[in-house]
């Protein structure tokens, strides 16, 4: 999916039932309005959710993150040049929560749920993948077969050649299926 596109936060956003979803194929939104749309939510229910993807291309956004980083340095990069956002000191959610608590006074935490489900304990399911994609990981390399990678296909444990995999192309939300999910969402924000 890429940290550029928001298929991942769209879907997760709905699925969690989230008041709000921001991706960055539609930055057109601003923290202003933002707020205006969290106090009237917090005013209808109690609480609001908002999923937001881990690059938006908002404006404001971006300038107060960089802001930051002047401050704090960068992050180390990985070895496409990306940042690495689990050593990031702040992140885009950690932003929004303090803008939306400053402009609407409402208090605001931000979760990252990449960072809770990595720390959770693993399932046994998750014990029982591990342990047999690392065997078949181990008789790949002792019959010296390079320039594979052990997946989950068809449900079965296998290997592909890496030429299999589709690198580079990165799957990003159309108008039209984000407006289809939105229509499915009790709050259309923001509008597109």
Same mark, same amino acid.
């Given at each position: 999916?890429?940290? +550029?596109?928001?298929?991942? %936060?769209?879907y997760?956003g !709905?699925a #969690?039932?989230?008041h709000i979803i921001?991706? @960055?194929e539609?930055?057109?939104? %601003?923290l202003?309005? !933002?707020?205006e749309?969290?106090k009237e939510?917090?005013?209808?229910?109690?609480y609001?959710m908002?999923?937001i +993807?881990e690059?938006?291309?908002? *404006?404001?956004?971006?300038?107060? *993150?960089?802001? $930051?980083q002047?401050?704090?340095?960068?992050?180390p *990069?990985d070895?496409?040049?990306?940042p690495l956002?689990?050593?990031?000191?702040?992140?885009?959610a950690?932003?929004?929560?303090n803008?939306i608590e400053?402009? %609407?006074g409402?208090?605001?935490r931000?979760?990252i749920l990449?960072?809770?489900?990595?720390?959770?304990p693993p399932?046994?399911?998750?014990v029982? !993948? #591990?342990t047999k994609m690392?065997?078949r990981?181990a008789d !790949?390399? %002792?019959s010296d077969?390079s320039?594979r &990678?052990v997946?989950?296909? +068809?449900? *079965?444990i296998t290997?592909?050649?890496? /030429?299999?995999? @589709? &690198?580079g192309e990165t799957?990003?939300v159309?108008r039209? /299926?984000?407006e289809d999910?939105?229509a $499915?969402a009790p709050?259309?924000?923001?509008?597109?």
């Open positions: 999916m890429g940290r +550029n596109s928001g298929k991942l %936060t769209l997760g !709905l #969690g039932g989230c921001l991706i @960055p539609f930055p057109g939104w %601003t202003s309005g !933002l707020c749309k969290v939510l917090h005013d209808r229910f109690g609001v908002i999923a +993807n690059e938006l291309r908002q *404006k404001e956004l971006i300038e107060r *993150k960089n802001q $930051l002047a401050l704090i340095g960068e992050p *990069k070895s496409f040049g990306h956002l689990s050593k990031e000191l702040v992140s885009y950690e932003i929004m929560a803008a400053s402009g %609407t409402i208090e605001s931000a979760q990449a960072r809770i489900c990595r720390s959770g399932s046994a399911y998750d029982w !993948l #591990g690392g065997l990981a !790949l390399l %002792t077969a320039g &990678v997946v989950v296909k +068809n449900g *079965k290997d592909i050649s890496m /030429e299999e995999i @589709p &690198v799957r990003s159309s039209e /299926e984000y999910w939105l $499915l709050i259309r924000f923001p509008d597109v």
